[in-house]
Each structure stands twice: as structure tokens, then as C-alpha cells.
């Protein structure tokens, strides 16, 4: 079978080859190379310590204030 060109395609051909790479597109993207990970202990302890700690954490005004939001 002879290669075709999109020239050579019908408006149907060309729209079903849109659909289909727009549909492979979009599975790569969804696709989650870490789905069915879980973190470690010591990762989420030391979220948990960093949630915790005040001085990991700036007020909203203050941050509108920094970007001169206020």
C-alpha cells in the first residue's frame, strides 16, 4: 500500500485523523506515570512537620502586599 499525503485525504479521512491524534494527545496527558505510588513515611512526616511549622508560612496579605496587589 502506496503512502498517502493529507492532500490526498477526503475531509472525512482528515477529520477522523484529527479526532484520532487529538484522542492519543489528550491519553498522554491524562496518563499518570506515578498512579498507585503511595509517598513514604518520612516524605509525609515531613509535610506534615512543614504544615506545620508557622514560619513556612506568609499570611495572603502579606503575599498581596509583595506583589503589590494590596
Known amino acids: 500500500m502506496a503512502a498517502q499525503t493529507v492532500a490526498e485525504l477526503t475531509i472525512d ?3 477522523a485523523l484529527i ?6 494527545v489528550v491519553a498522554e ?3 499518570d506515570p506515578d498512579e ?4 513514604s513515611d518520612e ?3 515531613e ?3 512543614r504544615v506545620a511549622s508557622e514560619k ?3 499570611p495572603a496579605e502579606e503575599v498581596y502586599r ?3 496587589l494590596d
Open 13 to 15: 479521512e482528515f477529520r
Open 19 to 24: 479526532r484520532e491524534t487529538v484522542a492519543e
Open 29 to 31: 496527558l491524562l496518563d
Open 36 to 39: 498507585g505510588l503511595e509517598f
Open 43 to 45: 516524605f509525609v512526616a
Open 47 to 49: 509535610m506534615e512537620r
Open 56 to 58: 513556612h508560612t506568609i
Open 66 to 68: 509583595r506583589l503589590g
